[in-house]
């Protein structure tokens, strides 16, 4: 069973607030000129607030925060995001892998960008309702 495509839009202004929230204001996270001078594409964002973005989808699916068991993923790709008023979207899909007897759906995740799949491994264990 697959679940509602949840997409995510990310802008310059958003990781500047995601900087001040988790106090990792990395040039790569702000600057092009610093982020392709160490070889990366162009500014990038947070790793964790990628990974946060599809937590949030995850708990949407869920119902809520707090039925979300458990969590995980790995970094595949950056998300780079262009200097301009739109920036980038992450698109989050999951399949329902398993509904085990005690109540507890486990969900595959895919998270891309630009048709890039951004992180790997991402999977989440949640309540189900009722």
Same mark, same amino acid.
């Given at each position: 069973?697959? =679940?509602?495509?949840? @997409?995510?839009?990310?802008?310059?202004?958003? =990781? +500047?607030?995601?900087?001040?929230?988790s106090g990792d204001?990395? @040039?790569?996270?702000w600057s092009d000129r610093l982020a392709t001078k160490v070889g990366l594409?162009?500014? +990038?964002?947070?790793?964790?607030? @990628?990974?946060? =973005?599809?937590g949030r989808a995850v708990t949407t699916?869920?119902?809520?925060?707090?039925?979300v068991v458990d969590y995980g993923v790995r970094f595949t790709r950056p998300v780079v995001v262009p200097d301009d008023d739109f920036g980038t979207e992450i698109v989050v899909t999951a399949v329902v892998?398993?509904?085990t007897e005690d109540? =507890? @759906?486990?969900?595959? +995740?895919?998270a891309t960008c630009?048709?890039?799949?951004v992180l790997s491994m991402a999977r989440a264990t949640v309540r189900t309702a009722g």
């Open positions: 069973m697959e =679940l509602p495509t949840q @997409t995510f839009r990310v802008t310059r202004a958003d =990781l +500047i607030r995601y900087a001040g929230a204001f990395n @040039t790569i996270h594409p162009g500014v +990038i964002a947070h790793g964790m607030f @990628t990974m946060a =973005l599809v699916w869920a119902g809520a925060p707090d039925a892998r398993e509904v109540g =507890l @759906t486990r969900l595959d +995740i895919t630009q048709g890039d799949k």
